[in-house]
């Protein structure tokens, strides 16, 4: 049964700073993992998708890489800003149709 | 493009009604939508997938009898949650996968369900 942990589950930085947040997962056989940002009290917006042949993609100051044998994933964000703050979540696509297995997600603060 | 719409947004109601929550695919055609509650700083649990013009398949653990799925078109899917209780209190997420992107999900922006 696939399990997604994404750590820390909180993180409270001042502006500007570079950030790396983590994701791994248990069964490496994945089709794709996709990072979400979540603002509170609202739905889901897609940051990046990366595909199971992919080691990353970039999307303005975001990152991902991927590395499915060792079933980890990381979002790095550059030269954080206040908008920056929100959850954050990991979901992996591993059995095909679209299923998606979230993780808990990573509460990120950005103070000015 | 790719917009997912839930309605209503809110809901409050009373213990033992019935409430329905629609999830619409505004600028695509969704063969395959599904149903996700959130409870208060946890994360995202499927419920169900819901397969246009099909039963839906729910997940282990959820009542098929309770939560009510019916995906009659290619662009709306709706859930009913039946006889609600306190307990049902949660967000409540659609997401809708465009039949042209197999790989992609689009969420709608959730509806927050209070039974008192």
């Known amino acids: 049964k696939q399990e997604v942990t994404q750590i820390p589950a909180a993180l409270s930085v001042p502006e500007g700073e570079n950030l790396v947040l983590n994701c791994s997962f248990t069964?490496?056989?994945?089709?794709?993992l996709q990072w979400f940002r979540q603002d509170p009290g609202k739905g889901l917006t897609s940051l990046l998708l990366?595909?199971?042949?992919?080691r990353e993609q970039t999307s303005g100051r975001l990152n991902a890489s991927l590395d499915k044998s060792s079933g980890r994933s990381t979002l790095y964000i550059a030269a954080s800003q206040p908008g920056d703050s929100a959850t954050y979540l990991c979901?992996?696509?591993?059995?095909?149709?679209?299923?998606?297995?979230f993780g808990a997600g990573t509460r990120l603060a950005v103070h000015p | 493009g790719a917009v997912v719409s839930q309605h209503p947004s809110r809901v409050i109601c009373k213990s033992g009604t019935s409430v329905k929550i629609e999830c619409r695919s505004l600028?695509?055609?969704?063969?395959?939508m599904f149903w996700y509650r959130q409870f208060p700083k946890q994360s995202l649990m499927l419920m169900a997938t819901?397969?246009?013009?099909?039963?839906?398949?729910?997940e282990q653990g959820v009542e098929k009898d309770k939560f009510l799925i019916n995906h009659a078109s290619l662009t709306l899917s709706t859930l009913t949650v039946t006889s609600a209780h306190p307990e049902d209190s949660s967000f409540y997420i659609c997401?809708?996968?465009?039949?042209?992107?197999?790989?992609?999900?689009?969420f709608g922006p959730g509806t927050r369900l209070t039974v008192t």
């Open positions: 997401s809708a996968r465009d039949r042209s992107k197999p790989y992609e999900q689009y």
């Open positions: 069964d490496s056989a994945i089709y794709n």
């Open positions: 990366i595909q199971s042949s992919q």
């Open positions: 979901a992996v696509n591993s059995g095909g149709y679209n299923k998606l297995i």
């Open positions: 600028d695509f055609q969704a063969t395959t």
């Open positions: 819901s397969n246009e013009g099909s039963k839906a398949t729910y």
